[in-house]
T-cell receptor, first 109, second 117 residues
Framework: GQNIDQPTEMTATEGAIVQINCTYQ??????LFWYQQHAGEAPTFLSYNVLDGLEEKGRFSSFLSRSKGYSYLLLKELQMKDSASYLCAVTDSNYQLIWGAGTKLIIKP | ETGVTQTPRHLVMGMTNKKSLKCEQHLGHNAMYWYKQSAKKPLELMFV???????ENNSVPSRFSPECPNSSHLFLHLHTLQPEDSALYLC????????????????FGAGSRLTVL
């Protein structure tokens, strides 16, 4: 079967750096997404990786290793507003999106 | 108004009621989706419409009935629901049709929180 694994919950301190990991086992691979979802709000697109390596967007970076079936989202200079759930999703060989259960990130002052 | 709008935001219904969820997108997208989001579970794709044609129905019980009258509007009609159907129902849209590309970015609405008593 197809599976996406990510930690259920993580805690970090304001101003610090946190890395949220995502591992996947899917039938084929056509890209990996990260979405952010604040409590009670819509998930919003953060990043898309289809080639190996690091994509940087301001304080957020996303890394992909296709050979390892692994990605991470790196958040720098954490702010209280970064408290949210982070959803990892992979597009398989049929271009179907397979979702992880999400990682709830708690930021403490 | 821009983006994807869902109404109502909250809905409480009994098991014998009939209600509908509404979704509207103002982005000119070609595909619309219904997802179910339950706590600590992955998003579950329920229905997909590409250019107003239903292309996916992931074994969803018949008590959920979708309707897509045009490319901007999507409904989810609810009838004789069960308490386990209580969840957040998310609508999304995308520029490309579902299954068209690996880079098909979804724009989500804020969801309708459904409670079935």
């Amino acid at each position: 079967g197809q599976n996406i694994d990510q930690p259920t919950e993580m805690t970090a301190t304001e101003g610090a750096i946190v890395q949220i990991n995502c591992t996947y086992q899917t039938s084929g691979f056509n890209g990996l997404f990260w979405y952010q979802q604040h409590a009670g709000e819509a998930p919003t697109f953060l990043s898309y990786n289809v080639l190996d390596g690091l994509e940087e967007k301001g304080r957020f970076s996303s890394f992909l290793s296709r050979s390892k079936g692994y990605s991470y989202l790196l958040l720098k200079e954490l702010q209280m507003k970064d408290s949210a759930s982070y959803l990892c999703a992979v597009t398989d060989s049929n271009y179907q999106l397979i979702w992880g259960a999400g990682t709830k990130l708690i930021i403490k002052p | 108004e821009t983006g994807v709008t869902q109404t109502p935001r909250h809905l409480v219904m009994g098991m014998t009621n009939k209600k509908s969820l509404k979704c509207e997108q103002h982005l000119g997208h070609n595909a619309m989706y219904w997802y179910k989001q339950s706590a600590k579970k992955p998003l579950e794709l329920m229905f997909v419409y590409n250019f107003k044609e239903q292309t996916e129905n992931n074994s969803v019980p018949s008590r959920f009935s979708p309707e897509c009258p045009n490319s901007s509007h999507l409904f989810l009609h609810l009838h004789t629901l069960q308490p386990e159907d209580s969840a957040l129902y998310l609508c999304a849209s995308s520029q490309g049709g579902e299954g068209s590309s690996g880079a098909n970015v979804l724009t989500f609405g804020a969801g309708s929180r459904l409670t079935v008593l």
